[in-house]
């Protein structure tokens, strides 16, 4: 059974500033690797998929890469709108979404 | 514009059943295999459910399978999830979201989600 674990489980990072978020699987999911952000109250939302690819209307701050087991998702220049939660989520077989990384401001 | 509202959550007692709804537009529902996300109060996320396109592909999480049923009615633009023998540990939002680019038995991440209705367990 696969585990997808994320670090750190907070963040502070101060507006402008770069954001590093990590996210492991226990076994390679190849590049099946999806990263969501999620404001309160609200539904999540795609930002990348495949590992590095953007989903439509993410803007080109947030980028994916890694492949196998380790996965990073970058945003070069945290804006006011980007403190959320991320989730990682393999879908290399059955969908696992990790225990999420928060964002909070500095 | 696609679109996905939930309904049908609500207060339910232990071992009582709901039945949620799925009602999709803006896209060709037929198309897309669909699933059901769950969230727990001040928890992340968890997969529910999938159906494909066709309803030939039907996979459930352990947590759930043997008690939930997912559905869907392409006439209707339709997805539903029985949901029998509610426990308190099904207390959560759930959403539903459509597979990226998955029709069949395959696997995708989820492009669109709609807002979520909570169902709650409790005697």
């Known amino acids: 059974e696969i585990v997808m674990t994320q670090s750190p489980a907070t963040l502070s990072v101060s507006p402008g500033e770069r954001a590093t978020l990590s996210c492991r699987a226990s076994?390679?999911?190849?590049?099946?690797l999806a990263w969501y952000q999620q404001k309160p109250g609200q539904a999540p939302r795609l930002l990348i998929y495949?590992?590095?690819t953007r989903a439509t209307g993410i803007p080109a701050r947030f980028s994916g890469s890694g492949s196998g087991t380790e996965f990073t998702l970058t945003i070069s220049s945290l804006q006011s709108e980007d403190f959320a939660v991320y989730y990682c989520?393999?879908?290399?077989?059955?969908?696992?979404f990790g225990q999420g990384t928060k964002v909070e401001i500095k | 514009e696609v679109q996905l509202v939930e309904s049908g959550g609500g207060l339910v007692k232990p071992g009582g059943s709901l039945r949620l709804s799925c009602a999709a537009s803006?896209?060709?529902?037929?198309?897309?295999?669909m699933n059901w996300v769950r969230q727990a109060p001040g928890k992340g996320l968890e997969w529910v459910s999938s159906?494909?396109?066709?309803?030939?592909?039907?996979y459930y999480a352990d947590s759930v399978k043997g008690r939930f049923t997912i559905s869907r009615d392409n006439a209707k633009n339709s997805l539903y999830l029985q949901m029998n023998s509610l426990r308190a540990e099904d207390t959560a939002v759930y959403y539903c979201?459509?597979?990226?680019?998955?029709?069949?038995?395959?696997?995708?991440?989820?492009?669109?989600w709609g807002q979520g209705t909570l169902v709650t367990v409790s005697s």
């Open positions: 159906i494909s396109s066709s309803s030939s592909y039907i």
């Open positions: 989520q393999q879908y290399n077989n059955w969908p696992l």
């Open positions: 495949g590992a590095s």
């Open positions: 076994q390679s999911v190849s590049s099946n």
């Open positions: 979201a459509r597979d990226l680019y998955c029709g069949g038995d395959c696997t995708s991440p989820f492009d669109y």
């Open positions: 803006g896209f060709t529902f037929s198309s897309y295999s």
